[in-house]
């Protein structure tokens, strides 16, 4: 588990190294998430509007958007695939983005296009805790991060 200030982000999740999604390989289904250095950077999440299922989404491409204090931006899909299912209760209830970042807080089940492809284009494992470090550091340096 990759850990720093509170920031705690779990080694078995894939996460895009730009847009700070997580990614939880479940069977043949991907779960897409916000990681915690996103959600504390973001500050409390105040709305989520996601894209309906059945959907499908490319890697990159927004399938949603994060309202948090001033802040109002596109969730870049991770993977690309179709959308399955997306948390209702996270947009009826957006703070759970902040309390609960990598268990009730996901934001959508995906079925991927190739998992194989997109997942290793990811930061995963061992690598986690560097890229942790590293991205806290630059986002300090331009003012996205406090502390």
Do not use: C
């Amino acid at each position: 588990m990759a850990e720093m200030e509170g920031l705690v982000l779990p080694d078995d999740l894939y996460y895009h190294p730009e847009d700070h999604l997580w990614v939880r390989q479940e069977g043949n289904r991907l779960r897409v998430g916000l990681d915690a250095l996103a959600q504390r950077s973001a500050g409390p999440v105040s709305a989520v509007r996601l894209k309906p299922a059945g959907r499908p989404i490319s890697a990159g491409k927004p399938f949603g958007t994060m309202e948090a204090g001033k802040y109002v931006g596109p969730l870049k899909a991770p993977v690309s695939g179709r959308v399955v299912q997306i948390n209702e209760e996270v947009m009826s209830k957006p703070g759970l983005l902040n309390s609960d970042p990598y268990g009730d807080g996901w934001l959508v089940l995906l079925e991927p296009e190739d998992a194989g492809r997109d997942l290793a284009a990811l930061v995963h494992g061992d690598s986690v805790q560097p890229w942790l470090e590293r991205s806290a550091a630059d986002w300090r340096r331009r003012g996205l991060l406090k502390g």
